[in-house]
């Protein structure tokens, strides 16, 4: 064979290869629509416009299989709206007013409110509120512990503290003397004094001093304020106290006046001679009554005594 012949053969043959090459390629191309098993990994917008080709070519041979189905899902990723980082909010001001969806339009942008208490502008009503409220909380968190600090009562003895004291009050003006006025009385045996500083206390108290009873007691209204008023009483009592137990002058040779604790009318006393027991209605005995009683008795033991702890 001539030289010239064998190289158009191998040109022949060399340009044939290069159109294989070229057709296979786009023959793959053509095809990638029934091939669902290499659209896994292209973008989303491809695949899916792979999955239309599909659907048309095959048009009621169509059935989707798990390869394109794959590949589908593979693209829901890349179409999702990306999630926001999440943001803590704990202790965040405007906590309320900037991410709670119930705020109305009104309230947003405004403070953060300090208390969770609803406050209503107008009327007594909202206040009388909030003091039952408050009182509520004070018993729910606050008087249970008290319960730690509790000790038992002994009440201080009434030689500790003779005096007592009396407030008065009309509820009219605060500035009539029926509101001002405080009374103080004191036992005398509460003061613990002998015989002769009884007899100086009894003397120097006057009419103060009632032989009947064996109390002093005297009422001060001078002052505007019964604080006040109470406390001149302790002081004019303190005085006479410490003048009874001053003995230098014991006024021995002065009587203890007892004029004034007298009754102005004298009560009447029944006469021994007239009382005359013999004439005494006598006491009937009735039966029925004490039959009732005994018949209570024994119910109350037979139904009652055993339901008692």
């Not at 695949?47 to 593979?74: C, G, M, T, V």
């Not at 007013?97 to 969770?116: A, C, D």
């Not at 009562?153 to 003006?173: H, K, M």
Request: hydrophobic fraction near 30%.
């Amino acid at each position: 064979m001539p030289t010239t012949t064998k190289c158009v053969i191998r040109s022949i043959r060399s340009v044939r290869e290069l159109g294989v090459r070229y057709n296979s390629t786009q023959s793959s191309e053509n095809t990638l629509h029934l091939n669902p098993h290499v659209w896994e990994g292209l973008p989303a917008d491809r695949i899916f416009e792979l999955h239309n080709l599909r659907k048309d070519s095959l048009k009621q041979n169509y059935n989707p299989n798990d390869d394109e189905r794959r590949a589908i899902l593979s693209t829901f990723t890349s179409l999702t709206k990306k999630k926001a980082p999440l943001d803590y909010v704990y202790e965040i001001d405007n906590f309320k007013e900037r991410y709670m969806n119930n705020t109305p339009v009104k309230l947003r942008g405004l403070p953060p409110k300090k208390s969770n208490v609803e406050v209503v502008a107008s009327g007594q009503t909202p206040h009388d509120l909030r003091r039952r409220q408050e009182l509520n909380r004070v018993s729910a968190f606050e008087m249970p512990l008290l319960a730690k600090l509790r000790q038992p009562y002994v009440p201080e003895s009434d030689e500790e503290t003779p005096i007592e004291l009396t407030y008065y009050t009309d509820f009219s003006n605060e500035a009539n003397s029926s509101n001002r006025r405080v009374t103080l009385s004191v036992a005398l045996k509460h003061l613990q004094l002998n015989e002769n500083q009884t007899r100086k206390f009894m003397i120097l108290a006057g009419n103060k001093f009632n032989h009947n009873t064996k109390v002093l007691k005297f009422t001060i209204d001078e002052y505007p304020e019964p604080t006040q008023n109470a406390r001149a009483a302790a002081e004019k009592f303190a005085k006479l106290l410490n003048a009874s137990k001053d003995l230098s002058d014991d006024f021995s040779d002065i009587p203890v006046d007892t004029r004034h604790t007298k009754p102005w009318k004298p009560s009447v006393q029944f006469p021994k001679e007239w009382r005359r027991p013999q004439d005494a209605p006598v006491v009937q005995n009735n039966i029925m009554k004490k039959l009732v009683e005994h018949v209570k008795q024994k119910k109350d033991e037979q139904y009652v005594s055993k339901f008692s702890p």
